[in-house]
């Protein structure tokens, strides 16, 4: 158990429709990270936050969005679903906001009919 | 090309045998390098990490990293079945708070 927390495991919607992931990061840890998982495009890195603020952007599209709150939790926010977007979303947080090693939660499986 | 390259598998070998993993990159700025291991539906496991060039070892275990070929192993001493899983490599460069993924590959381990 890496101490990361991610829910719900497994959700099923509609295209069109918007989901919120939510995520509890180790404690103590100031860093989380979120990727996407999908069989053909391996961990793809989508946004990090550091202590409620955003420091870096992947290739998360614009229909989805992220926020750290005070409580250091994370939300990512996935709108206007398309089939595409199903796969696996899974955080990871560190202590810092460098490159410290990063520990994973056991993901969120999003599947989009 | 991508930054990070890793042949999918799937490896299959049998039970006791070393088993060699393999990334090449093409960011010479990459400094930081880790191995997850992954199985089917759970989140990643940091094995291990490395930071710059030279090995490590950690129990069965042995990261090698050789930043003038761009290219970084992972050995696996007496596989177990139990060892059966993805292994994706990561790397990342100082300052840029990105971790670069590999696709991973499948790893069969045969009893």
């Known amino acids: 158990d890496s101490g990361v927390t991610q829910t719900p495991k497994h959700l099923i919607t509609a295209t069109g429709q918007r989901v919120t992931l939510r995520c509890s990061p180790r404690s103590g840890d100031l860093s989380v990270y979120w990727y996407q998982q999908s069989l053909d495009q391996g961990l793809q890195f989508l946004i990090q936050?550091?202590?409620?603020?955003?420091?870096a952007k992947g290739n998360i599209l614009e229909r989805f969005s992220a926020q750290q709150f005070p409580d250091l939790h994370s939300e990512l926010n996935l709108s206007s679903l398309e089939l595409g977007d199903s796969a696996l979303y899974f955080c990871?947080?560190?202590?810092?906001?460098?490159?410290?090693?990063?520990?994973f939660g056991p993901g969120t499986r999003l599947t989009v009919l | 090309q991508k930054e990070v390259e890793q042949d999918p598998g799937p490896l299959s070998v049998p039970e006791g045998a070393i088993v060699s993993l393999n990334c090449t990159y093409s960011?010479?700025?990459?400094?930081?390098f880790m191995w997850y291991r992954q199985y089917s539906r759970k989140g990643p496991e940091l094995l291990m990490y490395t930071y710059s060039s030279g090995n490590k070892e950690d129990g069965r275990f042995t990261a090698q990293v050789d930043k003038s070929s761009k290219y970084i192993s992972l050995f696996i001493r007496d596989s177990q079945p139990s060892d059966s899983a993805t292994y994706l490599c990561?790397?990342?460069?100082?300052?840029?708070?990105?971790?670069?993924f590999g696709t991973g590959t499948r790893l069969k381990v045969l009893a």
């Open positions: 936050y550091y202590n409620g603020e955003e420091r």
């Open positions: 990871a947080s560190t202590p810092g906001q460098d490159t410290d090693t990063q520990y």
């Open positions: 960011n010479s700025a990459f400094q930081y």
């Open positions: 990561a790397m990342s460069a100082s300052g840029t708070y990105k971790y670069i």
